[in-house]
């Protein structure tokens, strides 16, 4: 959807995003530390409701801390 403009269950166009908006509440951001937050951007399919969240791009820093203090997932 975020680079397609099409929703891959429905096919449709009516997509609708929170990118360019001012962020606010809760779900907006993501927070990686205590210390360290990132925004969360939404697209969802307004002809079948479905919905995807994105983190906004991240820096070297960010990306480390995510690296040191969330668990990666290993495909079985």
């Known amino acids: 959807m975020k680079t397609t403009g099409k929703c891959p269950k429905c096919g449709s166009t009516e997509i609708y995003t929170n990118e360019k908006l001012s962020k606010r509440g809760e779900r907006s951001i993501l927070a990686v530390t205590s210390w360290v937050q990132v925004y969360v951007l939404n697209y969802v399919c307004l ?30």
């Open 47 to 76: 002809s079948c409701g479905y919905f995807e969240e994105y983190i906004e791009k991240l820096n070297e820093k960010e990306l480390e801390k995510f690296k040191t203090e969330w668990n990666k997932i290993n495909p079985h």
